[in-house]
């Protein structure tokens, strides 16, 4: 048990000095962005105030959150330290919301803001960055949240469970875990409505509609469909979200306008629809799927085992 303990001390003390040792790298980071850029530009008044707030959002709150924090670790208190610091947890999750908004705000002021262009130019500069760009750096506090799930539970697992920090430490985690998903959230929403949108361009013409709150893009991919009479096998690109499964074939590659896009050539609703393995289930050469609808079976073949494995696996996942 005393080995134990001592292990668990060794590995606890080299975890809070890493923690703390990266705490101040990434304050000082923190500090350069509001220094060389917030508060001059406050001062010189180079953005609007209603600018300055939608591009850098709550970074002095998150600068300030952090400093408490670091000075509670220089002194060893762990445990008051990380009550004070979970009060301010939600601000990295406001910060995930307002990045992408952010990013598209500082985009504009570069194109349309000449004095702005040439300040941000100017400041990136500065041997503190590294010839990194203020783009680079404005993604640091969710860095950072995704660094502080590592070494609080790095801590949680060297700390005795009868102490008063382990039940801190514990309830740190879990906010700091709910905080992190939510995070991750923002950006798959936004991954999703990005795969969306490029489907809904490659599709010739505008009656399938792609764009529709709630649904979640899941795989594409090339797959032979067997006619049901005789006829030869046709390959077709497949989308396959998580309500609809849509067959396509391109264009002709010498069409004025659409010669890079896809023609819809069918749509098939899932929420009625079961999903069978015909052939594959070896690791022979390929494989065939049947998807049956209410008034149709869709039979779709791979020569590739991997390919129809992971299109069994999607197709039945969002089906069930």
């Not at 005393?2 to 890493?18: C, L, M």
């Not at 594959?280 to 049956?292: A, F, I, K, R, V």
Request: proline content about 4%.
């Amino acid at each position: 048990v005393e080995d134990q303990r001592a292990r668990w001390e060794r590995k606890r003390s080299r975890t809070a000095k890493e923690l703390l040792e990266t705490e101040h790298k990434y304050l000082e980071q923190l500090d350069w962005v509001l220094t060389y850029f917030v508060t001059i530009l406050k001062a010189k008044g180079t953005l609007k105030p209603a600018v300055l707030e939608t591009i850098f959002g709550p970074l002095e709150s998150l600068y300030s959150a952090s400093h408490a924090l670091s000075l509670h670790l220089e002194k060893g208190n762990l445990g008051p330290g990380l009550e004070n610091f979970c009060q301010s947890l939600d601000l990295y999750g406001h910060y995930a919301e307002q990045l992408e908004q952010a990013n598209k705000t500082l985009k504009e002021q570069l194109r349309k803001n000449k004095s702005f262009r040439h300040f941000k130019k100017l400041q990136e500069t500065r041997p503190q960055f590294q010839g990194r760009k203020l783009e680079d750096l404005l993604p640091l506090p969710l860095q950072r949240l995704h660094q502080y799930k590592h070494f609080f539970r790095d801590l949680l697992e060297n700390t005795s469970p009868d102490t008063a920090e382990y039940h801190q430490l514990a309830k740190t985690v879990k906010s700091v875990c709910e905080v992190s998903h939510w995070v991750q959230d923002i950006f798959d929403k936004k991954e999703n409505s990005l795969q969306l949108l490029r489907v809904q361009k490659l599709l010739k013409g505008q009656k399938t509609q792609i764009l529709t709150p709630g649904r979640w893009y899941i795989r594409e991919g090339w797959l032979l469909v067997v006619p049901s009479k005789g006829e030869e096998l046709k390959r077709r690109m497949f989308f396959l979200f998580s309500d609809i499964l849509i067959a396509a074939k391109p264009c002709h590659p010498l069409h004025l306008l659409n010669s890079n896009k896809m023609a819809c050539q069918a749509v098939y609703p899932l929420h009625q629809c079961s999903v069978d393995k015909v052939f594959g289930h070896t690791w022979s050469q390929g494989g065939l799927l049947s998807l049956s609808f209410p008034h149709k079976t869709l039979l779709l073949m791979s020569s590739n085992q991997q390919e129809i494995n992971d299109w069994y696996r999607s197709l039945t996942a969002v089906v069930r």
